[in-house]
């Protein structure tokens, strides 16, 4: 299907392990993002993509890994994950950094215990 | 730094009457205004976005917002409201300067329309 898909759409995970979250886009995009969605806080951006192999921090990067091998996927890596990880996951993507709007996927609902 | 604020949590209003939700915002040089609209368990999508020229904005579903350059605010509006129309927006900024990568979003409004 066309568009940019998330996977999973919800996750349930324990303390301390590693979980990968998938984001996967058909337009070729150059651009993608990553957020994360919590009460009071709106979205704030954790990491970037420009290209592949080329990825910056955002606002809130601590405890994230990502990585950009192929430019239609973008994975989310919480190393070890931390019950102040808890939220909703975003993905991203624009056609260039100058292109005025982005385009969302569904989201993934992670939940640490 | 730049910043968005959305001084509503929720906005509450009957079918049929006219709906507005605030946003006013914060930046160094003059600035790209969007607003988003998220669905229960969905992603955002775009509603319209406010890059130069007219100050009245059109976008989807019928909404449009009006960009107030000495209040700093741009309010998102429709005529009408229908029940469809219960979600969660997002106003959001960024400076003409800086890249995608610079938004800020707002902590967004619940609009909630009333049969």
């Known amino acids: 299907d066309a568009g940019i898909t998330q996977s999973p759409r919800y996750k349930i995970t324990e303390t301390g392990r590693q979980v990968t979250l998938m984001c996967h886009q058909t337009?070729?995009?150059?651009?993608m993002f990553w957020y994360r969605q919590d009460l009071g806080h709106g979205l704030r951006l954790i990491y970037y993509?420009?290209?592949?192999?080329?990825?910056d921090k955002g606002e809130v990067p601590d405890g994230y890994v990502v990585s950009r091998s192929k430019t239609e996927n973008f994975p989310l890596t919480l190393e070890s994950a931390t019950r102040s990880q808890t939220s909703v996951y975003f993905c991203?993507?624009?056609?260039?950094?100058?292109?005025?709007?982005?385009?969302f996927g569904q989201g993934t609902r992670l939940t640490v215990v | 730094a730049q910043s968005v604020a959305q001084p509503e949590d929720q906005v509450n209003v009957a079918e049929g009457n006219p709906l507005t939700v605030k946003c006013t915002y914060s930046?160094?040089?003059?600035?790209?205004l969007f607003w988003y609209v998220q669905y229960p368990n969905r992603g955002l999508q775009f509603l319209l976005k406010?890059?130069?020229?007219?100050?009245l904005v059109k976008g989807s579903y019928g909404f449009e917002a009006e960009f107030n350059k000495s209040q700093t605010s741009f309010h998102l509006k429709k005529p009408s409201a229908l029940v469809s129309d219960s979600a969660l927006y997002f106003c959001?900024?960024?400076?003409?300067?800086?890249?995608?990568?610079?938004?800020?979003f707002g902590i967004g409004t619940k609009l909630q329309v009333i049969p």
């Open positions: 991203a993507s624009t056609p260039t950094s100058r292109y005025t709007e982005a385009f």
């Open positions: 337009w070729s995009h150059s651009y």
């Open positions: 993509s420009a290209a592949a192999d080329i990825t």
């Open positions: 930046v160094s040089g003059n600035p790209y």
């Open positions: 406010y890059i130069t020229g007219d100050n």
């Open positions: 959001a900024v960024r400076d003409v300067s800086g890249g995608y990568q610079k938004v800020t």
